[in-house]
């Protein structure tokens, strides 16, 4: 699957929620591997804040990203409009501190996406795949997310309030496809008891029932509601009894839950990667949502790479036959076992390394570890089965290595160890040549790693 960009801009304006001013988003197309950015045009410069986890400086009603002294907020609707749609690589372009809140939902992000498509770019996704569980927890509020191994991403939500109005809700969203319909349209939500002390802290200056969920679910008398009122500037409502005092109903019985579950994608996305996981939150809010995220960031900076998924059950895509008719390697010198995987810009294979290897013999006799060498020739081996696969009639074409470079050396490979070599194109193949990085794994981790120059050329 290829990286995705929006096909061309769309503006959306509106009040934010937090500042009350009227903001204007331009949501542009972006080039490979750009990920998500948000520019302030309001300031000199124009300075450009990456929407990654590391870069959340708060998280009360919105996730606030920064970068040094220049900030943006209430992200999450847009984030997660684009991370459902797919979009990988998307600059907005903001004239304020945060992004419009519309009509509190992710709705409009969703429908201009919609409106104006999406193009395929030549790099590939990367995937952030989940292989274990992950989870976080906050003993305090009993908040809880965790993250299980799945071939697809989705999420589940459940939610718990100390209110008579809105206590247990549950939301899920099974599939993507689900979000345009099922989740965007959820708008966010607050308690009457909590306006106050938001006004306070100088938040929600644009909050108004047409942007907001407004529940009321504790006494309060007129002259208190009529304060509140006045210090959000709207008309005081007349509330007789418990329960949502917006003249629009609900959208969906439990809209909160689903805007809970609208949240949690949205602060997803700030890992930078597509993620093939289950999520399933407990009571969540953007200050565990994002704590998850920024473990995943700290996970993915340590590694760029993910080690391949290996599934010794699945056919391979090249068995050692196949292999044998492109590479006029033979033993003892063939030292890829089959190819599990293959686009058009990175190939996988695997070496099992046994204790029968005839290297070992003299390398060590009482300790036996793979030469360095050997690992370094066996990924350029699966390079030259990337780049073979470039041309017809790959069997009448040879790989011939140029150059070497970089090459690092983590851990040593013993008997018993199964490599598995990721092999990518640093650049286009040009006059027959090619750049490539090759990665050696054991299990997730990297234990050789390498670039170099290959020229395919025809055989005589």
Do not use: W
Request: proline share 6%; hydrophobic share 40%; charged share 25%.
């Amino acid at each position: 699957m290829n990286q995705l960009t929006l096909k061309e801009s769309f503006t959306l304006s509106g009040k934010g929620l937090h500042t009350g001013c009227q903001l204007t988003a331009e949501f542009c197309p972006a080039a490979d591997n750009h990920g998500y950015k948000i520019q302030r045009t309001d300031i000199e410069d124009a300075p450009v804040i990456d929407c990654l986890a590391e870069n959340v400086i708060a998280t009360n009603r919105g996730t606030v990203l920064a970068k040094g002294d220049v900030q943006v907020s209430t992200v999450e609707h847009a984030m997660a409009a684009l991370y459902a749609a797919g979009i990988d690589n998307c600059l907005i372009k903001v004239n304020g501190p945060e992004l419009p809140i519309l009509d509190g939902s992710a709705k409009p992000y969703a429908e201009a996406i919609a409106a104006v498509g999406t193009v395929e770019q030549k790099a590939e996704k990367d995937f952030y795949i989940v292989k274990h569980k992950i989870e976080v927890t906050d003993e305090t509020t009993g908040s809880k997310i965790m993250i299980l191994p799945d071939d697809e991403f989705s999420v589940e939500v459940k939610v718990n309030f100390e209110s008579p109005v809105l206590a247990n809700q549950y939301a899920s969203m099974e599939h993507v496809d689900e979000f345009d319909t099922q989740i965007a349209p959820a708008r966010t939500f607050v308690f009457v008891r909590e306006i106050e002390p938001l006004v306070a802290a100088g938040l929600i200056k644009g909050g108004d029932l047409d942007n907001a969920i407004v529940i009321y679910d504790s006494p309060m008398s007129a002259e208190s509601l009529q304060a509140i009122a006045d210090l959000m500037g709207v008309k005081c409502p007349t509330v007789d009894t418990f329960g949502y005092i917006n003249p629009d109903p609900l959208q969906f019985d439990n809209e909160p839950a689903r805007h809970k579950l609208l949240d949690v994608i949205g602060d997803i996305a700030l890992i930078g990667r597509p993620l093939k996981g289950k999520v399933i939150a407990t009571k969540p809010g953007h200050t565990i949502n994002t704590r998850l995220a920024k473990d995943i960031r700290r996970d993915i900076k340590r590694q760029d790479i993910q080690a391949p998924v290996y599934d010794p059950n699945r056919e391979p895509l090249m068995d050692n036959n196949q292999i044998r008719s492109l590479l006029p390697h033979r033993y003892p010198f063939l030292l890829v076992d089959k190819v599990i995987e293959k686009g058009a810009q990175y190939i996988v294979g695997v070496k099992n390394v046994t204790s029968n290897e005839p290297f070992f013999t003299g390398h060590f006799p009482q300790e036996p570890v793979m030469p360095g060498v050997l690992m370094v020739e066996a990924m350029a081996q699966t390079g030259g089965l990337l780049v073979l696969s470039t041309v017809e009639e790959p069997e009448r074409y040879s790989t011939y290595f140029m150059k070497i470079d970089n090459v690092k050396f983590r851990q040593k490979v013993v008997p018993g160890d199964t490599l598995l070599f990721h092999v990518s194109f640093m650049t286009d193949l040009r006059r027959g040549c090619a750049v490539m990085k090759g990665r050696a794994f054991v299990g997730e981790k990297i234990v050789c790693e390498c670039e170099f120059m290959a020229q395919i050329i025809k055989n005589k």
